[in-house]
């Protein structure tokens, strides 16, 4: 593809609203991380389906094919210190949550106490999708947070399509 279309492209795609999420996996020796999710969408009403997309080669692939359970946190704009705690990263091993107030539902993962809410589920399908993966969840559990009335999600829109 040409340089222009290449360009086009990448400013077209990264204007492509996306919410901002806090997703929480676990392992099957009972360890939890959390990551950023920006790729995250209904995907049915009946029974209620989320899909999450995770980039190829991040463990968290791992744990999601073990467990097959995850938690999506829906966060509220007022929240960017969020993106800088779970932005950073983390190593299997280090603990995602130190400092933050959790709790954990039906699946025994973490979820955000100051949240506008959460969507526990289990995979029922994963696709290749390119250099990232697609996960489709039944939502088995739910539950709305203190700032559910009162705020709005956060929303990302990307400078190019090509990146995060």
């Not at 130190?98 to 539902?105: D, M, P, S």
Request: hydrophobic share 40%; net charge negative; glycine share 12%.
């Amino acid at each position: 593809m040409a340089d222009e279309k290449n360009s086009e492209l990448a400013q077209v795609l990264g204007r492509i609203p996306s919410g901002v999420f806090i997703l929480t996996c676990g392992d099957d020796n009972g360890n939890t991380t959390g990551m950023l999710a920006s790729w995250v969408q209904q995907a049915a009403f009946e029974p209620p389906m989320i899909s999450v997309v995770v980039k190829e080669g991040r463990y968290v692939n791992d744990w999601l094919g073990q467990t097959g359970q995850a938690v999506v946190n829906v966060i509220s704009e007022s929240q960017k210190q969020l993106l800088g705690h779970f932005g950073r990263g983390f190593e299997p091993d280090q603990p995602a949550f130190e400092g933050l107030e959790i709790t954990t539902g039906e699946t025994g993962l973490p979820i955000l106490t100051d949240g506008l809410g959460y969507l526990e589920g289990e995979v029922v399908e994963s696709l290749a999708a390119g250099d990232h993966r697609v996960y489709l969840l039944k939502v088995i559990a739910a539950g709305s947070g203190p700032r559910l009335a009162d705020e709005s999600p956060m929303i990302h829109i990307r400078k190019n399509g090509f990146n995060y």
